[in-house]
């Protein structure tokens, strides 16, 4: 009986060390074919720019054949719903923002679990929100825009990447603090918020500052805010929404994640090259020039800082009352 148990064991151990191999083979051979990161949003905005710069860093250092996929609509709820239902191979990723966890404050029924359907790689940055405006607009900073009389301040037009999104609790929060009432314009995403009020179809903006600055630099818009804490030392001129509004602070944040149940040794790779582009010295140097700030790295950091977030924003949601059509 001793010798049968022994030989039992062996075997065992056997077997689960071929497991245990044949796992490293197949991660050690990922990936074999292009990944697609998805961005629920269109060309142009703050995740289209995050997603961009990580997809050449880890073709150019990994060797991997990274394609940006937008899947812009519903304020993002598209793209991540196709993220979510996306097969747990670690050939899709997922470009998740703030709107990750606003989604599921505003949103009683969402076609997806923003916790249990994904896996969280990392937190890549986050970055304070502004509120921009057309150059005609007569006001230079957002004192001055709650100092013009109510009446014509309420024909003005603010645009936001959708229902629901930062800049939307933003405004709603910003309204309810002032009373000052503007005609809310939700987009498809913030690009397209941004081409508009270049153009003078929609008086104002909020959106995050990476995809504002280009704008800004080129003087096509001007800056009213900024919802960060403080004043920022990049922009040291423009005052804080809490300097007019104390407590208002907003920001966006980029993560990248994975459908949940891909394998953990196919997570550990994407995230040990994911981490890798992120120490890079010219990634580190564009995402600081575009004003998006590092953050804690690593699944647990990510998952801590989104269950936070869906917190804090349905606390916004109960305060400001707002709903969303669907």
């Not at 073709?59 to 598209?78: H, P, R």
């Not at 900073?141 to 024909?155: D, H, N």
């Not at 040990?272 to 950091?301: N, T």
Request: glycine share 8%.
């Amino acid at each position: 009986m001793p010798s049968i148990c022994r030989r039992d064991f062996v075997a065992s151990a056997f077997l689960m060390a071929a497991g245990l191999g044949s796992g490293r083979a197949f991660a050690s051979g990922f990936p074999s074919r292009p990944i697609r990161l998805i961005v629920p949003y269109g060309p142009g905005g703050g995740s289209d720019f995050v997603a961009r710069l990580i997809a050449q860093k880890l073709t150019e250092t990994a060797g991997w054949n990274v394609v940006v996929d937008n899947k812009a609509g519903a304020s993002g709820l598209i793209g991540t719903d196709a993220a979510a239902k996306s097969a747990a191979d670690g050939y899709t990723l997922f470009l998740a923002d703030a709107a990750h966890a606003t989604n599921a404050a505003v949103q009683p029924k969402l076609p997806f679990d923003p916790i249990k359907d994904f896996s969280p790689l990392t937190l890549v940055g986050s970055s304070p929100q502004l509120l921009v405006a057309h150059p005609s607009l007569p006001a230079n900073s957002l004192r001055e825009l709650l100092a013009l009389p109510r009446a014509r301040v309420r024909e003005y037009g603010v645009g936001t990447p959708g229902q629901g999104s930062v800049p939307h609790l933003l405004y709603e929060t910003l309204k309810r603090k002032t009373g000052m009432e503007l005609v809310h314009v939700p987009y498809k995403g913030g690009s397209a918020a941004l081409t508009d009020a270049v153009g003078g179809q929609v008086a104002m903006v909020i959106n995050s500052v990476p995809a504002c600055m280009p704008h800004i630099e080129a003087k096509r818009l001007k800056v009213l805010a900024i919802a960060s804490a403080t004043r920022h030392p990049k922009l040291p001129d423009v005052q804080t929404f809490s300097e007019s509004v104390p407590g208002m602070v907003g920001g966006a944040w980029y993560g990248v994640m994975a459908p949940a149940r891909v394998p953990a040794d196919l997570l550990q790779q994407l995230n040990a090259a994911i981490d890798k582009v992120l120490d890079l010295p010219d990634v580190k140097a564009r995402l600081e020039s575009s004003f998006v700030d590092s953050m804690p790295r690593g699944p647990q950091a990510f998952s801590k800082y989104l269950n936070e977030e869906i917190v804090r924003w349905k606390s916004v949601v109960k305060e400001t009352g707002v709903t969303i059509n669907s």
